[in-house]
């Protein structure tokens, strides 16, 4: 055990409690809604985190990068939902090693994408389990709802490629902000879209088990959709500044924290601390205007202190309860976005209270 003044500062903290309660917390809202729980791995990249998710009841993972399937197939994790499309030869040479591990369904939305998946597939006599993903308001990737049965139609025409179901990422949700009436009325319609046009692909002859949803503002609706079987929220496992800004979590809630600690306090309303962009998410989708939410050493908000903008180490705090905050004080930043966070640190520390109690690689990192 190590006590948070001690640390090497910045460090990323993750509190244990607060992280047990959220995975117990999502695993029953989920149950409660009669689905599967296929977490994104992206928010942690952290196989002691994915232990934890796979205890309290997940089927498996998703993941966005040839590193985390990776990482998860050498761990032992049997079915990994690539939700990504494979494009480009070294993409898809990775897949077909991948999908001869076994355990591996990838998400595809157009020809031009599958085609030299389906080609170095049956070249390698492997067969691609796939999902169609579709469009439910992002306007990302995905086909759109009234395209799915004929492109559906298309990608079976290939050879190898196995049709399990659909897929959609309603991260269009977020745009509603505080709303949150609108944000789950739009969460039930992406469901029940997914839902319909699996019922459209099935009228017309195609096996489709798979209806599968994906966020953690839309947990609380898009689930409930009837006919959808399977949901991929992600962030929930440590929510974040803007989880808590879209009414999907109390900051009470988040589990990750940066560690950071006053490096200078030369000018009047203003402190700088050791953790910039380097070590934040710079995405502001629900908190416009600042990098953080701040807190004391153990985890409450500081009224009157603003995470006001960064530089690649220095981070200027802002306001006039920077009045109390000398050089060498201890402050803990709950980001913006957990998952673009992990991704800028090699590892974290569990935490109890003010302590670290052990500390755990992140892994697959750009």
């Given at each position: 055990m190590t006590p948070l003044d001690e640390l090497p500062t910045p460090a990323l903290l993750v509190d244990r409690a607060r992280m047990e309660?959220?995975?117990?917390?999502m695993s029953a809202a989920i149950g409660a809604a009669g689905v599967a729980l296929r977490p994104h791995f992206k928010t942690s990249k952290c196989l002691a985190v994915a232990r934890r998710q796979l205890a309290h009841g997940a089927v498996g993972f998703t993941c966005a990068t040839p590193a985390e399937v990776g990482l998860l197939q050498d761990e032992g994790v049997g079915d990994v939902l690539w939700a990504h499309q494979p494009v480009g030869p070294a993409k898809v040479a990775f897949a077909v090693r991948a999908l001869r591990r076994g355990g591996l369904t990838i998400a595809l939305d157009s020809l031009e994408a599958a085609a030299p998946l389906a080609e170095a597939?049956?070249?390698?006599?492997?067969?691609?389990?796939?999902?169609?993903?579709?469009?439910?308001?992002?306007?990302?990737?995905?086909?759109?709802?009234d395209?799915?049965?004929?492109?559906?139609?298309?990608?079976?025409?290939?050879?190898?490629?196995?049709?399990?179901?659909?897929?959609?990422?309603?991260?269009?949700?977020?745009?509603?902000?505080?709303?949150?009436?609108g944000l789950e009325a739009a969460g039930d319609l992406a469901g029940r879209t997914l839902a319909q046009v699996a019922e459209a692909l099935r009228a017309a002859g195609h096996a489709c088990p798979l209806v599968s949803v994906g966020s953690t503002p839309g947990a609380t609706s898009a689930p409930f959709a009837a006919g959808v079987t399977e949901a991929r929220p992600g962030t929930y496992v440590?929510?974040?500044?803007?989880?808590?800004?879209?009414?999907?979590?109390?900051?009470?809630?988040?589990?990750?924290?940066?560690?950071?600690?006053?490096?200078?306090?030369?000018?009047?309303?203003?402190?700088?601390?050791?953790?910039?962009?380097?070590?934040?998410?710079?995405?502001?989708?629900?908190?416009?205007?600042?990098?953080?939410?701040?807190?004391?050493?153990?985890g409450r908000p500081l009224d009157g202190v603003e995470?006001?903008?960064?530089?690649?180490?220095?981070?200027?705090?802002?306001?006039?309860?920077?009045?109390?905050?000398?050089?060498?004080?201890?402050?803990?930043?709950?980001?913006?976005?957990?998952?673009?966070?992990?991704?800028?640190?090699?590892?974290?520390?569990f935490v109890e209270g003010t302590r670290a109690m052990e500390s755990h690689p992140i892994e697959a990192r750009y």
């Open positions: 309660a959220n995975l117990a917390a597939a049956a070249s390698a006599g492997v067969a691609v389990p796939f999902v169609l993903e579709v469009d439910t308001g992002l306007h990302r990737a995905g086909v759109d709802p395209r799915a049965v004929a492109a559906a139609a298309a990608l079976t025409a290939l050879p190898a490629l196995e049709l399990r179901g659909v897929l959609t990422h309603e991260g269009h949700l977020a745009a509603h902000g505080p709303d949150r009436a440590y929510f974040d500044g803007n989880q808590v800004g879209l009414g999907s979590a109390r900051i009470e809630q988040c589990a990750q924290t940066v560690l950071a600690r006053v490096t200078s306090a030369q000018r009047p309303g203003t402190v700088i601390i050791d953790a910039g962009i380097k070590a934040m998410s710079s995405d502001t989708i629900a908190t416009a205007g600042i990098l953080g939410i701040v807190c004391d050493p153990s995470f006001a903008a960064g530089n690649e180490e220095h981070g200027y705090l802002t306001g006039p309860g920077t009045s109390g905050l000398r050089v060498g004080d201890l402050v803990r930043i709950v980001p913006n976005h957990a998952c673009g966070t992990t991704n800028m640190w090699s590892a974290l520390h």
